[in-house]
């Protein structure tokens, strides 16, 4: 179970960098084809928050915005309490 769980985190984690990386190059290129901020946060909520920081960091995307900047180390923080709820609940 554990092997599932890490290939969806990665998997997750290269498409909500992708998409991260697509926002940016759409907001200067394409204007009207932007991913929603809901699409974004979404990503971020179903496992890809560590990834999404990260490149949002990286490339200097949205980190003006205190939404994200606050709420994507906050879903982090929620995401490892869960984990160790987990952890400690079944193993």
């Not at 992708?18 to 929603?36: E, G, L």
């Given at each position: 179970?554990?092997?599932?769980?890490?290939?969806?985190?990665?998997?997750?984690?290269?498409?909500t960098?992708?998409?991260?990386?697509?926002?940016?190059?759409?907001?200067?290129?394409?204007?009207?084809?932007?991913?929603?901020?809901?699409?974004?946060?979404?990503?971020?909520?179903i496992?890809?928050?560590?990834?999404?920081?990260?490149?949002?960091?990286?490339?200097?995307?949205?980190?003006?915005?205190?939404?994200?900047?606050?709420?994507?180390?906050?879903?982090?923080?929620?995401?490892?309490?869960?984990?160790?709820?987990?952890?400690?609940?079944?193993?």
């Amino acid at each position: 179970m554990l092997e599932y769980f890490l290939i969806y985190i990665l998997i997750l984690s290269a498409v909500t960098a992708a998409v991260t990386f697509f926002d940016k190059k759409a907001s200067v290129k394409f204007p009207r084809h932007r991913v929603s901020e809901a699409m974004l946060f979404l990503l971020a909520l179903i496992g890809g928050a560590v990834a999404e920081l990260a490149v949002m960091k990286k490339i200097r995307h949205k980190t003006k915005h205190k939404r994200f900047m606050v709420g994507l180390p906050l879903i982090i923080f929620l995401h490892f309490v869960l984990l160790i709820l987990f952890v400690t609940h079944y193993f």
